[in-house]
C-alpha cells in the first residue's frame, strides 16, 4: 500500500538549518509529485512547497513565506523528497506533512489536491 514517512524534524535555534525527508513506497515514485504542508498548533495546514514528478520537469513550488529559504528536491533512486529548510524563523514551527497526487499544479497548496499523507514530524524553532 501507499506509504509515506516523514523524518528529520527536531529542535533548532533561529537562523539553523534542518532537512525533512520523505520516504515513499507502493507507488511508481517517479511518476508522482510529493507536497509539503505545515500546521502549526490553533491554525489550519497550509501548502509549503511542492515538486512534479521528474517527467513533468521536476518543476517546484513555494509559498512566499518560505520562498528563497527552503528548497525542495527529489531523488528517484531513493524514492525520497527532501525539504532543506535554511535561515529558519519561530514562526515555521509546525508539524511538517508530506503528501503525493500526480501534479502539482494550480491546485498544489490545497490539501484537498493530495490523495495520500505521511504522519508529520515535528519542527520546532526557538532559542
Known amino acids: 500500500q501507499v506509504q509515506l514517512v516523514e523524518s528529520g524534524g527536531g529542535l533548532v535555534q533561529p537562523g539553523g538549518s534542518l532537512r525533512l525527508s520523505c520516504a515513499a513506497s507502493?507507488?511508481?515514485?517517479?511518476?508522482?509529485?510529493i507536497g509539503w504542508f505545515r500546521q502549526a498548533p490553533g491554525k489550519e495546514r497550509e501548502g509549503v512547497s511542492c515538486?512534479?514528478?521528474?517527467?513533468?520537469?521536476?518543476?517546484?513550488y513555494y509559498a512566499g513565506s518560505v520562498k528563497g529559504r527552503f528548497t525542495i528536491s527529489r531523488d528517484n533512486n531513493k524514492n525520497t523528497v527532501y525539504l532543506q529548510m535554511n535561515s529558519l524563523k519561530p514562526e515555521d514551527t509546525a508539524v511538517y506533512y508530506c503528501?503525493?497526487?500526480?501534479?502539482?499544479?494550480?491546485?498544489?497548496?490545497?490539501?484537498?489536491?493530495?490523495?495520500?499523507w505521511g504522519q508529520g514530524t515535528q519542527v520546532t524553532v526557538s532559542s
Open positions: 507502493g507507488f511508481s515514485f517517479y511518476s508522482y509529485a
Open positions: 515538486i512534479s514528478s521528474t517527467g513533468s520537469g521536476g518543476t517546484t
Open positions: 503528501a503525493t497526487h500526480r501534479w502539482c499544479g494550480s491546485r498544489w497548496s490545497d490539501e484537498g489536491h493530495y490523495d495520500y
